[in-house]
């Protein structure tokens, strides 16, 4: 994987609170967050006393680089969101600048602890489809923004070995959001969901208590039946 291909964008563990309905419960339980990049969310909760790993394949490389590539794409995320404004729901961000910074302070937790020397095995370097747990080894499984919003680049089939994947390693499997990148649903989702249900796993629509992208204010949940 080439970090040059990567967007690196991270969001904390309060948004992670809101777009998975997270309940005190949940945060004590074991949770993999997968594909959570510069996200605070594993940091934030760790510092809680939370038990969280999270993968993502940007995990090969090293604070600094993924720092200089953060550096290297924010002026071009900026300028997209300013360009698409009536597409975001302006409620918990005042501004672009605004959205910026706390964006930048939030991957700068990330970083920060990341490069640190209690990182560990915190931050592993795994991709979907494939991940190296054994079975139930989670409680629950988190995906922010990766499946269904990338639908263009990951394929049907990528969408379901990989949930598949997360419903072995996980007892839970929750998934937001289900629309792309261009703000519509995603095409896959009903395809996806009736062969996990063939699979033998059932899914789940919920409303969140969130709402950056306009419309995207559900999660997909997914277990074995
Ligand atoms: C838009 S970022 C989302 C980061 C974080 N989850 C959040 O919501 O703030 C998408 C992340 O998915 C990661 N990713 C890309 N392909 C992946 C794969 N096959 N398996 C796991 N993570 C992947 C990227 O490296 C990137 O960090």
């Known amino acids: 994987m080439e970090l040059k291909s990567i967007v690196p964008w991270g969001r904390s563990l309060a948004e992670y609170v809101a777009m ?20 605070s969310f594993n940091t934030e909760l760790t510092k809680l006393g939370g038990d969280v790993i999270s993968i993502d394949p940007i995990y ?44 930048m302070q939030t991957m700068s937790l990330f970083l920060e602890d990341y490069g640190g020397r209690n990182s560990g095995d915190r931050h592993q370097n795994q991709a979907l489809p494939k991940l190296s747990f054994s079975d139930k080894s989670f409680d629950l499984a988190l995906c922010s923004h990766l499946l269904f919003l990338y639908s263009q680049q990951l394929d049907a089939a990528m969408h379901i070995a990989s949930i598949l994947e997360l419903c072995r390693v996980a007892k839970e499997v929750r998934i937001y959001p289900l629309v792309t990148l261009s703000g519509e649903l995603s095409s896959y989702l009903d395809f996806v969901r009736a062969e996990l249900l063939t699979a033998g796993i059932k899914t789940e629509l919920k409303d969140v208590d969130y709402e950056f992208q306009r419309g995207a204010t559900q999660m997909l949940v997914a277990k074995w039946q």
Do not use: M
Not at 26 to 37: F, V
Not at 63 to 90: C, G, H
């Open 20 to 39: 998975f309905n997270l309940t005190e419960a949940n945060l004590q339980q074991k949770i993999l967050g997968c594909g959570d990049g510069p996200a």
């Open 60 to 103: 090969a490389f090293s604070a600094q680089e993924i720092s200089e590539q953060i550096q290297a794409v924010y002026p071009e995320i900026k300028a997209r969101v300013s360009q698409n404004l009536t597409s975001f729901v302006w409620s918990q961000f005042d501004s672009v600048e605004d959205l910026c910074e706390i964006r």
